[in-house]
């Protein structure tokens, strides 16, 4: 049973940091008012504490599920999941900082170029995000493993 509610608290926790992701994207547009920018902050902060549980549910089910360490400790796969949610994590902290900023000056309408850049670099997180059910299912399928 543990396998399995491990299994579902990831896969859930996942989506819902994948639809938080999409839902800055979507919130963040140039011409915001500092109301907008509050609601962006508000998101992100849920952006953060999603990935926390997601890593702790990842690691519980490596440690504690059915496979067990022994499996993921010697794939590829796994290390390689683990590099693009790290990478991944690293590119939402200028996001962060930039919404922190906004959200303390009491920015109204923060300035287009800025606003694209972000963009860009939430393109780039689903982009790598989308990478991640990749390698889970060809891990699940015996690939990866380290000789």
């Avoid at 926390?52 to 990842?58: D, P, R, S």
Wanted: proline share 3%; no cysteine.
């Amino acid at each position: 049973m543990l396998d399995l509610v491990l299994a579902v608290g990831h896969h859930l926790t996942i989506f819902a940091l994948f639809g938080v992701l999409t839902a800055e994207l979507v919130m963040l547009k140039p011409a915001m008012d500092a109301a907008a920018v509050r609601r962006l902050a508000a998101v992100d902060l849920w952006y953060g504490i999603l990935a926390a549980i997601i890593l702790a549910f990842g690691f519980g089910r490596a440690m504690f599920a059915a496979k067990g360490w022994a499996y993921y400790q010697h794939n590829s796969l796994f290390w390689s999941k683990i590099g693009v949610f790290v990478v991944v994590g690293l590119i939402s902290v200028p996001p962060t900082f930039t919404y922190l900023r906004w959200n303390r000056a009491g920015a109204a309408s923060p300035a287009d170029r800025e606003v694209a850049g972000i963009r860009r670099l939430i393109w780039l997180e689903l982009f790598l995000f989308a990478l991640l059910p990749i390698f889970a299912a060809a891990m699940a399928r015996g690939y990866g493993e380290i000789s």
